[in-house]
């Protein structure tokens, strides 16, 4: 069975980092592209980052670039996402998902995690 676990959630102040990771399991994350992707109460699910699955491509967000970072270990089975600088407005709850293409158009994607809550907040 197809899975994906995020952690790494919290609550920081402005100006702080997190590290969120996505581990996967039930299928072999080498032929697999990974989004992440947030969302909060009564908005659409926003497109974060995407990392191809070789890790040789990578897109992120205009808000996010400079300050986020996706990156992969497939030995581990597991994608993180490096957060720094974050703001406020980052508050959010973070998911990844599976896919053989990357994209961040979140109803192109059929396997999803839990989610993972962001709160910046001083």
């Known amino acids: 069975q197809l899975q994906l676990v995020e952690s790494g959630g919290g609550l920081v102040q402005p100006g702080g980092s997190l590290r969120l990771s996505c581990v996967v399991s039930?299928?072999?994350?080498?032929?697999?592209?990974i989004g992440w992707f947030r969302q909060v109460p009564g908005k659409e699910r926003e497109g974060v980052s995407c990392?191809?699955?070789?890790?040789?491509?990578?897109n992120y967000a205009d808000s996010m670039k400079g300050r986020f970072t996706i990156s992969r270990d497939n030995a581990k089975n597991t994608v993180y996402l490096q957060m720094n600088s974050l703001k406020p407005e980052d508050t959010a709850v973070y998911y990844c998902?599976?896919?053989?293409?990357?994209?961040?158009?979140?109803?192109?994607?059929?396997?999803w995690g839990q989610g993972t809550q962001v709160t910046v907040s001083s």
């Open positions: 998902a599976a896919d053989p293409s990357c994209s961040h158009y979140a109803p192109f994607y059929d396997y």
């Open positions: 039930g299928f072999t994350l080498d032929y697999y592209a």
């Open positions: 990392i191809s699955s070789s890790g040789g491509i990578t």
